[in-house]
């Protein structure tokens, strides 16, 4: 099974830059560095700043080398092996990263991606990374984990303003004056 990496490295005009592997399972071969594919990577201050909170969880279950704490996870530390799951989730994270601009879609989006079953979280990372069409994948992922339907009530209040803001006397293509005015022509 394919194993995935997380790890934070330094540039210097670009600063820290966390970045998450997926590593394929070849049975009889060394793991290369060659052979691993970035899922995403993230290197401006608020995704990052999200992206430690979410994988804080995931870094505390980490196998290897050891468990480590979000704060303490730089550029010094050594790149953790996730498990598959949480570097399916994680890996669903970082697509999302660049999309979510506010702090409230980045909220609704963890509380989603927390919720999800282990079976959907490995349904929608095959359709995100292996699919077809895998950004629109990602964009149906994050208009489902973002999406808010309005309160029934305020649909129908929207809707009766509009109708007390049209004018009624303004003619209109089936109005009895401008079939009249037509005829007069």
């Not at 992206?51 to 980490?62: G, M, N, V, Y």
Request: proline share 8%.
């Amino acid at each position: 099974m394919e194993r995935f990496r997380l790890r934070v490295r330094h540039e210097p005009k670009r600063g820290h830059i966390w970045e998450l592997h997926l590593f394929p399972a070849y049975p009889h071969r060394q793991l290369r560095e060659a052979d691993a594919r970035v899922l995403g990577s993230s290197a401006t201050p608020e995704a990052m700043l999200w992206l430690r909170q979410i994988a804080e969880p995931f870094l505390l279950r980490a196998e290897a080398p050891e468990p480590l704490a979000a704060e303490q996870f730089g550029p010094a530390a050594a790149p953790r092996w996730l498990r598959p799951e949480d570097g399916m989730r994680l890996a669903l994270a970082f697509s999302a990263a660049r999309w979510l601009v506010t702090p409230r879609q980045r909220r609704l989006f963890r509380e989603g991606l927390e919720e999800l079953p282990s079976e959907v979280v490995l349904y929608w990372f095959t359709l995100c990374f292996y699919g077809y069409r895998p950004a629109a994948g990602r964009a149906a992922l994050r208009t489902l984990f973002t999406h808010e339907e309005p309160e029934e009530g305020s649909a129908a209040r929207s809707i009766a303003r509009k109708r007390q803001h049209e004018p009624e006397s303004e003619l209109n293509l089936f109005s009895s004056s401008a079939v009249n005015g037509a005829e007069k022509v």
